[in-house]
């Protein structure tokens, strides 16, 4: 069971380069979540899924696209790589009710040059 | 939309002390879930603690305990006999019925030894 799991680790693009973070759980959970933490400002909400084919805007969604096609997968795309979207991306993963802890995946640090 | 304060960015306290760090929220809501983040140097995100609105009791784990005065929307952490292995950041977070998860900015905690 390696929970969720989140790749690259690190990465370096150049402004305008495109990209996708990956994110998978093997909890067979149904939210999925990705945050972005930026010094001083905690974790801040993207992108999430409620399940397989339902996503939705969290609180910082321009600039980045997200797909549920699978219970198990939940990608990131940076469209267009801003220096603004430098910044440490987590994904996290729990069961349906509000009380169930969320999960959270090592982290991908994010440099945009 | 919910709103999560945590007023003291950085704190310290000696190694077997006692520390207490803030959280207050603002919601409309009577029914949501409270939660503490801890985040030490590996980045990982750990769930400390969580609170259901509805009980009165406040929730305790081991050495952490929390102080949940729904009336004044606050949640504060205790921290007992704290250990070198606290040192990390602290994040609360809200739980409502848009299932969201809200951070607030977090508390850098150091255990001083």
């Known amino acids: 069971n390696a929970g969720v799991t989140q790749t690259p680790k690190f990465q370096v693009l150049k402004t305008g380069q495109s990209m996708t973070l990956q994110c998978a759980q093997d909890?067979?959970?149904?939210?999925m979540s990705w945050y972005r933490q930026d010094p001083g400002m905690g974790l801040r909400l993207i992108h999430y899924?409620?399940?397989?084919?339902?996503?939705d805007q969290g609180e910082v969604p321009n600039g980045y696209n997200v797909s549920r096609s699978t219970t198990e997968d939940f990608p990131l795309r940076l469209l267009s790589a801003a220096p603004s979207q430098t910044s440490v991306y987590f994904c996290?993963?729990?069961?349906?009710?509000?009380?169930?802890?969320?999960?959270f995946g090592p982290g991908t640090r994010l440099t945009v040059l | 939309a919910q709103t999560v304060t945590q007023s003291q960015p950085e704190m310290s306290v000696q190694e077997a002390e006692t520390v207490t760090l803030s959280c207050t929220y603002d919601?409309?809501?009577?029914?949501?879930?409270l939660f503490w983040y801890k985040q030490p140097p590996s980045r990982q995100m750990i769930l400390v603690i969580r609170?259901?609105?509805?009980?009165?009791q406040n929730a305790t784990e081991n050495r952490f305990s929390v102080n949940f005065q729904k009336a004044a929307k606050s949640f504060s952490l205790k921290i007992s006999d704290s250990q070198l292995g606290d040192t990390a950041m602290y994040f609360c977070?809200?739980?409502?019925?848009?299932?969201?998860?809200?951070f607030g900015t977090g508390t850098r905690l150091t255990i001083i030894p």
């Open positions: 899924s409620v399940g397989a084919g339902i996503t």
């Open positions: 996290a993963s729990r069961a349906a009710g509000r009380y169930n802890e969320q999960f």
């Open positions: 609170q259901e609105a509805y009980k009165q």
């Open positions: 919601t409309s809501e009577n029914n949501y879930y």
């Open positions: 977070a809200f739980r409502g019925g848009n299932e969201k998860l809200t």
């Open positions: 909890m067979n959970h149904e939210y």
